[in-house]
């Protein structure tokens, strides 16, 4: 995972492509709602996979994009190693994974451009 910093932030707002697949949730460090994250996560890669299909992906091509992705979902060592949020974004050929400092809504969106409103905090927040 890495870490967002404002440059990071900017490549993510640059982004242009038709498949832009941005999942954000809310995790936690420690405590009994580590475990509840992966089903959310799994959840909303679930929801991902039907709005890339709606938008006109084949089935097997959004399966493909997310396949990064879909692998977390059981890396109890990611799930275990988090911070208040987690931004993921998805593009065809190219996942970033991002933890943040502060609780984040829970979101999918599926667009032309990474959905990165919630982070423009991050912006203030990295003083490199």
């Not at 697949?21 to 420690?30: C, F, G, K, Y």
């Not at 988090?82 to 829970?106: D, K």
Request: net charge neutral; aromatic share 6%; charged share 25%.
């Amino acid at each position: 995972m890495e870490k967002l910093t404002t440059h990071e932030f900017r490549r993510l707002a640059q982004t242009a492509d038709p498949a832009t697949v941005s999942l954000l949730m809310p995790t936690h460090p420690t405590g009994r709602e580590t475990k509840q994250a992966p089903i959310r996560f799994k959840n909303l890669l679930q929801e991902a996979e039907h709005r890339l299909i709606a938008a006109g992906r084949r089935s097997a091509d959004a399966r493909e994009q997310l396949a990064s992705l879909s692998q977390r979902v059981d890396d109890a060592v990611f799930w275990a190693h988090q911070e208040e949020g987690l931004a993921a974004y998805c593009v065809p050929g190219e996942t970033r994974l991002y933890g943040v400092p502060f609780s984040l809504p829970e979101r999918v969106t599926v667009g032309a451009h990474c959905y990165v409103l919630p982070l423009v905090r991050i912006v203030g927040q990295d003083t490199r």
